[in-house]
């Protein structure tokens, strides 16, 4: 593996570890801060911007692939599943879209 | 401690799909078995681990990788906290081994039996956490030994399988309140803009959930004083 990689590996264990640990030693100073609403709110932010960065400039037949894979994840609330069907709608778009 | 074993194994077969998924996408990103199940044992959050993978094969470089994927697991600051009187009782190397086995399904898992039996506690943790961590690590590592023997899949659409994957993480993450979703609008349309206008991957996704964060916070207190 490459410098970076190893880094990658290990500045997510040593920040995950982190916050684990900092979790558990603040106890409930950090729930109750007006901060507390972060911890609630940025990940799915984050993770909204992933999909929408993953998809600017993409070709239609992308996004409707991907409006299909919002529907399986809001009936199955599974990633492997969406994941699975995701693909599938993805590659078949592609096969019928040319 | 046999109890959290044996409970947590239906959790744990969806996670060994979730990790053989994983494992395949991070060869693709060129990462090698060994690595992936040394990154799985080590970081033990496949959330966070998909995402920095994600970012680092998409050139957001080593240090926006590692914040993305840290963003990613600040949940766990309210999780862990929650187990503070659970802990209390074990010696302090089996408290940072119950910590760093403390993932979604096993803490989930053991405050809701808790919640039935309050005898529940530390060592169905680290049963279920063990479980867990057993099968997180193999399973990443041997979807990543599949993940290597396969062909370059990029022209194949694994990219999508990156945007799907956080499609679902979104969806399971999806607020409940209809007005929560107005960040969530304003990020995705606000990081469609900056990229179209120019802006690097990972500029955008920061700047995206920054405004979708702010909107959020404003949002809170008005519903505050209403």
Same mark, same amino acid.
């Given at each position: 593996?490459?410098?970076?990689?190893?880094?990658?590996?290990?500045?997510?264990a040593a920040a995950t570890f982190a916050t684990r640990l900092l979790g558990y030693l603040a106890g409930d100073r950090l729930r109750q801060?007006?901060?507390a609403f972060v911890l609630e709110d940025l990940p799915g932010l984050i993770v909204v911007a992933l999909v929408a960065s993953s998809l600017a400039g993409t070709e239609p037949k992308t996004w409707i692939a991907a409006a299909l894979a919002v529907a399986i994840a809001w009936v199955s609330n599974n990633v492997v599943v969406t994941m699975s069907a995701g693909l599938a709608a993805y590659l078949?778009?592609?096969v019928v879209i040319t | 401690m046999t109890r959290g074993m044996l409970s947590i194994l239906p959790l744990a077969v969806g996670a060994a799909l979730y990790g053989l998924a994983f494992g395949v996408l991070a060869a693709q990103a060129g990462f090698p078995w060994w690595g992936v199940g040394l990154m799985g044992a080590g970081v033990h959050a496949g959330s966070s681990q998909i995402v920095a993978v994600d970012q680092f094969s998409t050139g957001?470089?080593?240090?926006?990788?590692?914040?993305?994927?840290?963003i990613m697991n600040l949940r766990y600051l309210g999780i862990t906290a929650s187990l503070a009187g659970i802990l209390a *009782?074990?010696?302090? =190397?089996?408290?940072?081994?119950? #910590?760093?086995?403390?993932?979604?399904e096993n803490w989930a898992l053991t405050m809701s039996e808790r919640r039935k039996d309050s005898g529940v506690g530390?060592?169905?943790l680290l049963g279920a956490g063990s479980v867990m961590f057993v099968t997180w690590s193999v399973s990443t590592a041997v979807g990543a030994q599949i993940g290597t023997l396969l062909p370059d899949l990029d022209a194949a659409g694994l990219g999508f399988a990156f945007t799907a994957a956080f499609i679902a993480m979104?969806?399971?993450?999806?607020?409940?309140?209809?007005? *929560?979703?107005?960040? =969530?609008?304003?990020?995705?349309? #606000?990081?469609?803009?900056?990229?179209s206008a120019g802006m690097s991957r990972a500029l955008a996704i920061l700047a995206a959930s920054l405004a979708g964060l702010a909107l959020a916070a404003l949002l809170?207190?008005?519903?505050?004083?209403?």
């Open positions: 593996m490459s410098l970076s990689q190893w880094l990658l590996i290990a500045g997510l801060s007006r901060f078949a778009l592609g | 957001s470089g080593l240090v926006g990788a590692v914040f993305a994927g840290a *009782a074990l010696p302090l =190397w089996q408290r940072l081994v119950a #910590l760093h086995l403390t993932s979604d530390a060592a169905f979104a969806r399971s993450m999806a607020p409940r309140r209809i007005s *929560a979703f107005l960040p =969530w609008g304003v990020t995705f349309g #606000l990081a469609i803009g900056l990229m809170r207190k008005s519903g505050r004083h209403a």
